[in-house]
Every structure is written in structure tokens, then in C-alpha cells.
């Protein structure tokens, strides 16, 4: 008898399924770079600081921490650095700074990868140079009376520095000479000298003697002419005349003299005579002024001379009636 054979499985068929690749991930940004570098242009006031910036294929701005610690406190403003991969330069000037003080800075590199500090370094600033300012008052001064002197010594060692004060007078010829006492500034390098009489127009100059030597602007303290005024009343019927009489000191024979009345704002003239010989000290003056209104009056005198300036007398108050 035949042997029957089993009849052969066929597998079943096998289907494939590809499967689509997951994305790959993002390599994350880098974060930038930041070297500091050196400091140019050091003054008393100010510096130029230095450094380098690598932007690491991220936008990144720059900019530099200073102060006078670790902390810090200043800052300059953020300027575009790029977004490459090679360092980039970056500088900041940086003012208001204290003479002869060290500081503290360092460049920091910004992006959105993160803000990365350069190193600390330090600098010192440059020592201010001495520098004296002047100033009177009053002035002008009325004829033999006192005026002060007042000044500063600015810049890096001014305090506890001798000061001497020198005169030239008028006509200038004579050169300045030392006059007085010198005087020494005090922890803010500010000093003062008291002038008990200016008879003359006179140019005023401090000085501190050092290296370099160094001195203060001239200031001119006028000498002006003092004016003396008396009138014959205060109370005048419109129309009529008042007196105006008076002296001049220093002596000023031939001066100019002029009442002048007070119009809004202005004075202007409403009379006028010279001044003429009094005694070996001064002038006089004497003349008569039609007063048609009331108003405020004065005397000014023009002296015609370098020596003593120009003043008027006190304004006087003179009210007319019908």
C-alpha cells in the first residue's frame, strides 16, 4: 500500500513594516567665551578697558563690570559681539573715576546659551594734576575797603599745601610781589585771604611752589571811587529844585557827575557838573536838579582813571507835591 505524505506547510507570509527614524536631537547652543584684557589711556578721571569676546555660533552682546571691588557696581552698555565662532574685540572708555585709586573689571560675554564673566584684573588710576582757582568778594570794592581771596587747590595731594597770595597794582608795571601771609588749604585744598584795604585797582594771583610750580588766573579787584550824597530835602513841591551835594574819595578833580533818576529798569540822566578840588583827600561836587516828579534818584560818578573805577552813591527816595 502506498504511504501517503503529508502535505507541506507553506509559512505564512511575513510583512515588513519600516519605521520612520526618530529626529535627531539639537546639539545645545555653547556658551560664549570672555578674556579680559589690558587697560590704555589711564588718566586722574577716566580709562580704556580692554578684552575679547567669542560668540560660539550664538548672538552675543559684550560689555565690562568695574568698581572698586569684586563686587563691582559699574557697568557699561551692551554692544553687539556677532554670533561667530573666533573672538571678537571689545572695548568701553570709562569715566568719573577717582585719581590715584585702583579698580576692579572684568568683560562678560551675554547670550542665551548664558552670561560668562572674563577674569578679574585691577588698574590704578593717574594722579590729578594741581590746579588753583580764585575768586573776590566783593568787587569792585569801595575806595580802602577789605575784599576776601577765596580759592580751591583741586587735584591729588592739595590738602595741607602753602598758598602765597601776590599783588600787582595798577598801572601793572611794577611784576607781582608776595603779599601777606601765605596760608595753608585744609583737608579739601580750600583757602582764604583777607585784604583789610584795596586803595587801588589791583590784580590778585595765588601761587604753590613745587614741582612743577604753579599759580592761580588773575582776578582784578577794582578799587571803585566812594560817593558821598546829601540832598537839600526829600519832600519838594513839582517844579521846583533840589540840591545834590556830596564828596568823592579818593580825590578826583575834574571827575564827571551826573544825577540819575530811575525810569522802570534804567537810569537815566537828568543833570550833571564836575567834581571839583575839596581837600588833599577828596572832591566835591555840588549842583541843583528840577524835580517835576517824585521818584528814586543817585549820583554817579565817572573818574576817567584806571586806578580807582567808576561807583554811584545810595539811591534816595524824593517825593514831590503838587
Given at each position: 500500500m502506498p504511504t501517503l505524505s503529508r502535505p507541506r506547510l507553506l509559512a505564512p507570509a511575513l510583512t515588513v513594516f519600516a519605521l520612520a527614524a526618530a529626529?535627531?536631537?539639537?546639539?545645545?547652543?555653547?556658551?560664549?567665551?570672555?578674556?579680559?584684557?589690558?587697560?590704555?589711556?589711564?588718566?586722574?578721571?577716566g580709562a580704556q578697558l580692554a578684552g575679547s569676546v567669542n560668540p560660539r555660533g550664538t548672538a552675543t552682546t559684550a560689555f565690562f563690570q568695574y568698581g572698586l571691588t569684586k563686587t563691582y557696581g559699574g557697568v557699561t552698555p551692551e554692544v553687539p559681539a556677532g554670533a561667530g565662532t573666533t573672538a571678537k574685540a571689545a572695548s568701553a572708555v570709562i569715566g568719573g573715576l577717582a585719581p590715584t585709586t585702583t579698580y576692579h573689571y572684568r568683560v562678560v560675554a551675554k547670550s542665551s546659551a548664558g552670561t560668562i564673566p572674563g577674569a578679574d584684573r585691577t588698574f590704578k588710576t593717574a594722579k590729578q594734576p594741581l590746579g588753583l582757582s580764585l575768586a573776590a568778594t566783593p568787587n569792585p570794592v569801595p575806595f580802602g575797603g577789605p575784599t576776601a581771596l577765596v580759592g580751591t587747590l583741586s587735584g591729588s595731594d592739595h590738602a595741607n599745601r602753602q598758598v602765597i597770595l601776590q599783588q600787582n597794582a595798577f598801572p601793572f608795571t611794577t611784576g607781582f610781589m608776595t603779599f601777606g601771609n601765605p596760608q595753608v588749604t585744609n583737608a579739601d585744598g580750600n583757602f582764604a585771604f583777607a585784604v583789610l584795604a584795596v586803595n587801588t585797582t589791583t590784580q590778585f594771583r595765588v601761587a604753590v611752589n613745587g614741582k612743577p610750580d604753579i599759580a592761580s588766573p588773575i582776578v582784578t579787584v577794582l578799587a571803585a571811587v566812594k560817593v558821598r550824597t546829601a540832598v537839600s530835602t526829600h519832600r519838594v513841591k513839582r517844579g521846583r529844585t533840589v540840591r545834590f551835594a556830596g564828596s568823592i574819595t579818593p580825590i578826583r578833580d575834574g571827575a564827571n557827575v551826573e544825577v540819575q533818576k530811575l525810569h522802570g529798569t534804567r537810569w537815566l540822566r537828568v543833570a550833571g557838573t564836575v567834581a571839583r578840588h575839596y581837600l588833599s583827600d577828596r572832591s566835591r561836587y555840588a549842583l541843583r536838579v528840577k524835580v517835576n516828579?517824585?521818584?528814586?534818584?543817585?549820583?554817579?560818578?565817572?573818574?576817567?582813571?584806571?586806578a580807582v573805577s567808576d561807583n554811584v552813591g545810595s539811591s534816595i527816595k524824593i517825593h514831590s507835591y503838587r
Open positions: 529626529p535627531a536631537a539639537a546639539p545645545a547652543a555653547s556658551p560664549p567665551a570672555a578674556t579680559t584684557q589690558g587697560v590704555s589711556k589711564i588718566t586722574f578721571s516828579s517824585g521818584g528814586s534818584f543817585r549820583v554817579y560818578v565817572q573818574t576817567n582813571s584806571g
